[in-house]
């Protein structure tokens, strides 16, 4: 992608996001030598940086990996994507483009909500992709403010202490899931994507508005406001786990 007329900060700060995602891909073991690595493109702008740093750091790498897009619509959910704009951002980074359409079938009748469903037969498609493609990794365009609103509401809505890792392996080691972007907030990845002229390809989904993670989101701000550095530190806190001194049982 071009640069959309970058100053020198501007091209200071898209260095030390690739940089993040370097140190996160490096850190966690997210891509080596014959990787295919399939990036699941919603079309919202997370997964569009996700996939145009993944894609233009092959450039800069001694190892060569794949790296292939694909995106998952389900027919009853409301909402578009600019497939014209999605392919030919593909296109520019010389990627693959996989566009699939599912429906929810019975499934609509089981009694779960629309996003329930819609998660979880989009998940299936994406394994489905994965096999069919023999893909290694499946790249998913969550950030670190992810992982911290993800941990604190399993904490308080499910009572147990989990999140969004990094890369974890499915299937017995079949392949991982890997999420390049952890290192870095939302900000940081709305501001890279302002300056390298990336735009979201989709429109929001209608059933998007998630009340309890909005509500973590707002919690989670007024824990920053309070305390600079509040988010950064929750997100360390993860891989600095004190057993001893948690009840446990």
Do not use: Q
Not at 26 to 51: F, K, Q, R, Y
Not at 109 to 130: Q, S
Not at 144 to 165: K, Q
């Amino acid at each position: 992608m071009m640069d959309n007329g970058m100053d020198r900060e501007g091209r200071r700060f898209a260095a030390v996001v690739l940089r993040k995602v370097g140190r996160a891909v490096n850190t966690w073991g997210m891509a080596g030598e014959g990787d295919t690595i399939a990036v699941a493109l919603s079309g919202g702008t997370d997964s569009m940086v996700l996939l145009e740093t993944l894609a233009s750091r092959r450039r800069r790498l001694p190892i060569s990996y794949e790296v292939t897009a694909v995106h998952v619509k389900v027919a009853e959910v409301g909402y578009g994507l600019d497939r014209e704009y999605a392919e030919e951002f593909c296109r520019s980074l010389d990627v693959s483009f996989h566009y699939r359409t599912i429906g929810m079938g019975a499934g609509a009748e089981e009694g779960g909500t629309p996003c329930f469903l819609c998660a979880r037969l989009r998940r299936k498609a994406l394994f489905d992709f994965m096999a069919e493609r023999r893909c290694t990794r499946l790249a998913l365009g969550h950030h670190r403010d992810d992982a911290v609103e993800t941990l604190l509401m399993n904490m308080v809505f499910n009572g147990h202490i989990s999140t969004m890792p990094p890369r974890l392996s499915m299937f017995g080691g079949e392949f991982d899931i890997i999420r390049p972007l952890a290192l870095l907030g939302k900000e940081e990845v709305e501001r890279y994507a302002a300056l390298r002229g990336i735009r979201a390809a989709a429109v929001k989904c209608p059933f998007g508005d998630d009340t309890r993670r909005n509500d973590i989101r707002r919690l989670v701000g007024e824990m920053e406001k309070l305390y600079p550095g509040a988010r950064r530190n929750l997100f360390r806190s993860m891989g600095n786990i004190r057993k001893d001194y948690l009840p446990g049982g």
